[in-house]
Antibody, heavy 122, light 107 residues
């Protein structure tokens, strides 16, 4: 069974860049789409963007100017970078995988990491 | 963006109750609609995909229906472990978008 684990700093200063890693175990990162999704404390879910193992990306237009998602298939990891953060970016950040291997993405988030809380504060 | 609107935002129910949650899309999304369950401190869990298909391992008391713009999640007989927040999500277009959630708590 595939498992996903987010890692990275829990505290980021305003205007700096948030960087997170999602490590995939129990399966290959190849042949799937991978996602970042966030949830401000006590609020709903927001899709940040996706990456195919080949490197093709698609971002939420609301964040597109600040977000970058990368993949390293040799390490079975993918990454999130969000620049110029503000307090509004404080959230639990989840990485997730498509339910099935398909191209294009089916957008069904079948597997999730446990999430990591990132707080933006000076 | 496709807006997803759930109703109600919260409901109180008892064990054994039949619970119905609705989700409406701002544009037709065919059956590209998924439902998730989230418990406090946990990641969301996929319950139903493609409007009516039960994810592997999900109890049969959960069912989904609908197409176009109107969708329904039904829990036929609420169990203690079902008290949680439920989200719908469209997979018709990008950006993928979620409903605001429906919290099911104890009556």
């Amino acid at each position: 069974q595939v498992q996903l684990q987010e890692s990275g700093p829990g505290l980021v200063k305003p205007s700096e860049t948030l960087s997170l890693t999602c490590t995939v175990s129990g399966g290959s990162i190849n042949s799937y789409y991978w996602f970042w999704i966030r949830q401000p404390p006590g609020k709903g879910l927001e899709w940040i963007g996706q990456i195919h193992y080949s490197g093709t990306t698609n971002y939420n237009p609301s964040l597109k100017s600040r977000v970058s998602i990368l993949v390293d298939t040799s390490k079975n990891q993918f990454y999130l970078k969000l620049s110029s953060v503000t307090a509004a970016d404080t959230a639990i950040y989840y990485c997730a995988r498509d339910r099935l291997s398909a191209n294009p993405s089916i957008g069904e988030f079948g597997f999730w990491g446990q999430g990591t809380l990132v707080t933006v504060s000076s | 963006d496709i807006q997803m609107t759930q109703s109600p935002s919260s409901l109180s129910a008892s064990v054994g109750d039949r619970v119905t949650i609705t989700c409406r899309a701002s544009h037709s999304i065919s059956t590209y609609l998924n439902w998730y369950q989230q418990k406090p401190g946990k990641a969301p869990k996929l319950l139903i995909y493609a409007a009516s298909s039960l994810q592997s391992g999900v109890p049969l008391r959960f069912s989904g229906s609908g197409s176009g713009t109107d969708f329904t999640l039904i829990i036929s007989s609420l169990q203690p472990e079902d008290f949680a927040t439920y989200y719908c999500q469209q997979s018709y277009g990008t950006p993928r978008t979620f409903g605001q959630g429906t919290k099911v708590d104890v009556k």
